[in-house]
């Protein structure tokens, strides 16, 4: 049997309980998606950081095998551990490993005087039939209840039936970088005329690693899928600035490679995607977007609100002898 000891973990263990994780619940029959790793990194100091955190680690010859996330929680029938989430890594399960962590978690909180130990799982799930044969009951006087505050508009993945296609509006995300890169190539395309081979190589090189560090951050990108794939993408690209007096929380935008597939032209994607955009600007406080429309999107654009620009400035570029001169600020 190997070695078993319980151990209270620090932060110095954000990345092993991140990894662990992400192992425990990526597989049956959880199937969390945790391929966003920032997102993991940041749910995991979430709920390992609240004000009186214990958190366990089981160690099995050293290495961090289980995890029991919780803090200490006072109420007037006792004081508590309540854990947020425990898991056993998928290599130990089904060994009798869980129930021994359990105990350990018990024996230790009951030496620190604590009155019990509250989790939630989901009663559709092994999880449920495990706590059960390891003591745990119901709480026949507690329901989980949510309420969605998003507005109807925010919630982006949102099915459209178009004539023969559904279409599927979303925000992407770091799994679609291979699709933006191939519809920012498109939009080059349709908007130059052709890219020659030097360019098109320019921009499969420089667009992977500039959509991982700013997507989702600076660039949210609002797509629409449909046969596997993108059909269509609408940038927002979020940009601060010093505050004025037409923004004054600093928030300003400008929509960037507005670009729908040929077949799927007129079908009222463009509209729909710019619609979730307004939409998103709106709830995130961001005071204005700026474009430039093509003749084709004028229309568009100025049923959804847009007006043309009336200012007393002219716009001026100084191009730069750089080999990166060519783009634009499309």
Not at 91 to 115: T, W
Not at 189 to 207: P, W
Not at 208 to 233: C, D
Not at 262 to 290: F, P, Q, V
Request: net charge negative; proline share 3%.
């Amino acid at each position: 049997m190997e070695n078993l000891s319980l151990i209270e973990l620090d932060e110095s263990y954000l990345p092993q309980m991140a990894e662990l994780y992400k192992e425990a619940f990526g597989g049956e029959p959880w199937n969390d998606d945790w391929s966003d790793t920032n997102q993991l990194n940041e749910y995991m100091k979430d709920i390992s950081k609240a004000h009186h955190a214990l958190n366990y680690g089981l160690m099995i010859d050293g290495k961090l095998a289980g995890l029991s996330v919780g803090k200490i929680n006072h109420w007037w029938e006792g004081t508590n551990y309540n854990i947020e989430e425990l898991c056993v890594s998928p290599s130990y399960q089904g060994q009798g490993i869980g129930s021994e962590f359990l105990a350990l978690i018990e024996q230790s909180v009951r030496e620190k005087g604590l009155a019990g130990i509250f989790l939630q799982t989901d009663s559709d799930k092994p999880s449920y039939h495990f706590y059960h044969k390891n003591g745990f009951r119901d709480l026949d006087e507690h329901i989980s209840l949510y309420k969605s505050v998003k507005k109807k508009d925010e919630n982006f993945k949102q099915s459209t039936a178009g004539s023969s296609d559904e279409v599927i509006y979303d925000i992407a995300d770091l799994h679609d970088i291979p699709e933006l890169v191939r519809l920012r190539i498109l939009y080059m395309i349709d908007d130059f005329g052709a890219v020659t081979g030097e360019e098109r190589e320019g921009m499969e090189k420089q667009l992977p690693g500039y959509f991982e560090r700013e997507l989702g951050k600076k660039l949210i990108a609002f797509v629409a899928r449909a046969e596997g794939r993108l059909v269509a993408a609408a940038y927002l690209l979020i940009i601060e600035k010093p505050a004025n007096p037409f923004f004054l929380n600093g928030l300003d935008s400008e929509v960037l490679s507005v670009y729908t597939e040929e077949g799927y032209r007129g079908k009222g994607i463009c509209t729909n995607l710019m619609k979730h955009m307004i939409d998103y600007a709106a709830a995130h406080k961001i005071s204005r977007i700026d474009l430039m429309a093509t003749e084709e999107g004028y229309p568009i654009y100025k049923k959804l609100g847009f007006a043309d620009k009336v200012q007393n400035y002219k716009d001026m570029r100084l191009v730069l002898s750089t080999s990166e001169s060519n783009e634009t600020s499309k």
